[in-house]
């Protein structure tokens, strides 16, 4: 009988999670059983349908006993909840592949896209991680670019969807609209700074103390270094936050090392795995945020050469941040980690089903 394995499902009742539950489904993961986490706020909650065969599931809260015995977990719990329960989940013998930024720079835990630098899975020792949406989207357009001329320098603009933020920007900007068309009162900002409704900031992610950069900004730069493995490329981004429920959108300009022309990046672009090429400007052919959201592939047009500069391309590069940009490429990264043997800490003689 093939290997089958206990999945738990960390941050199950959020965006990420109900998606990656749907699609251990959907991509038949051979999973032995799925168990729901939350907070405490959400235990014994029932997920109706929402188990491996279709079957509910009962929300359960962390706790040291409620987390022995997995092969794998999946965590989309914010960084704090990763930082505490990510290591224990391991120190039981599961291998946790983690959605937050906690572990994402950490040097002995890979930064990993399923079609970008799967090779770098095998070095992981117990804590696998998921990229920033924005970076993970990015690098898969990238990657084909990369191989074929380097690359020396990016300047990116992202037009940011809120559902990047959370379930409570998803309500706060559908709120603050409907008050708007109905001329009604909007309540303040809480999960941004500002109005988000009929509005652009150029505030995603936040700004430490002193920093003149956003965290998202920053991850954009130190995670394409990382995964693409090599530190040398000068990244320069502006993530902005528009009010689109689903779909992240970048402009990027891509300086290589050697001449690449926009007919042969269009044609490595149609190649490469993960990735759509909608371009046709002239038909007002090119990668929509409405469009991409629900489906998995990374769209890329409006391929141009620069006239700036004659070893640049300019580029716009959509996706799902839901989906590809974190619950499917997490999904990914353990159909990876199955076809090379799903080996976490485990104690010997407790091996999975
Ligand atoms: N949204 C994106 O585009 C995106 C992309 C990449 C990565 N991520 C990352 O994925 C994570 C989740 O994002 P999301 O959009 O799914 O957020 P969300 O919809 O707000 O869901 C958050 C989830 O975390 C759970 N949670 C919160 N505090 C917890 C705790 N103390 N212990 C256990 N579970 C807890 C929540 O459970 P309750 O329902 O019980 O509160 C809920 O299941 C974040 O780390 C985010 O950075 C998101």
Redesign the pocket.
């Known amino acids: 009988m093939s290997q089958r394995y206990r999945v738990a499902v ?8 109900t998606l990656m539950l749907g699609l251990l489904r959907e991509r038949a993961f051979p999973a032995s059983e799925i168990v729901a ?3 405490e ?2 235990a014994g909650r029932v997920l109706q349908g929402a188990g491996a065969g279709g079957g509910d599931l009962t929300v359960q809260g ?1 706790d040291e006993e409620s987390i022995q015995g997995f092969d794998l977990a999946l965590f ?4 704090s ?1 990763s930082g505490e329960w990510a290591p224990r989940f391991a120190a039981a013998g599961a291998v946790v592949v983690d ?3 906690r572990w994402r720079m950490q040097d002995d835990v890979p930064l990993v896209v399923s079609e970008v630098n799967p090779e770098a899975l095998a070095s992981h020792h117990g804590i696998v991680a ?1 990229p ?2 924005s970076t993970m989207q990015m690098v898969v357009a990238l990657k084909p670019i990369y191989d074929a001329a380097g690359i020396e320098r990016l300047v990116i603009s992202t037009y940011q969807a809120v ?2 933020t ?3 920007a998803v309500d706060e900007l559908l709120d603050q609209s409907h008050a708007l068309l109905h001329e009604r009162e909007i309540s303040p900002p809480a999960s941004y700074a500002h109005r988000i409704a009929i509005n652009a900031l150029p505030h995603g992610g936040s700004f430490a103390d002193g920093e003149d950069h956003t965290d998202e900004e920053r991850k954009l730069i130190n995670e394409t270094r990382k995964i693409l493995g090599d530190p040398a490329i000068r990244v320069s981004a502006t993530c902005v936050r528009v009010p689109v429920l689903t779909g992240h959108s970048e402009a990027v300009n891509v300086q290589t090392r050697e001449p690449l022309s926009p007919e042969r990046a269009r044609e490595l672009l149609a190649a490469a795995p993960g990735v759509s090429v909608l371009d046709d400007p002239s038909a007002a052919l090119y990668p929509l945020a409405i469009d991409a959201a629900g489906q998995d592939d990374v769209f890329v047009g409006r391929i141009r050469r620069d006239p700036g500069h004659e070893r640049a391309l300019d580029m716009w590069i959509v996706a799902d ?2 989906r590809k ?2 619950a499917l490429n997490a999904v990914q990264l353990a159909e990876l980690l199955h076809a090379q043997g799903l080996r976490g800490a485990r104690p010997a003689g407790t091996a999975a089903a």
Not at 10 to 15: H, M, N, P, R
Request: proline share 0%.
């Open positions: 960390v941050g199950a009742t959020g965006q990420v999670g986490f939350a907070s706020r959400s962390l989309s719990a914010g960084g909840t959605n937050s930024s998921n920033n949406c559902s990047g959370g379930r409570a941040n839901l940009g974190a």
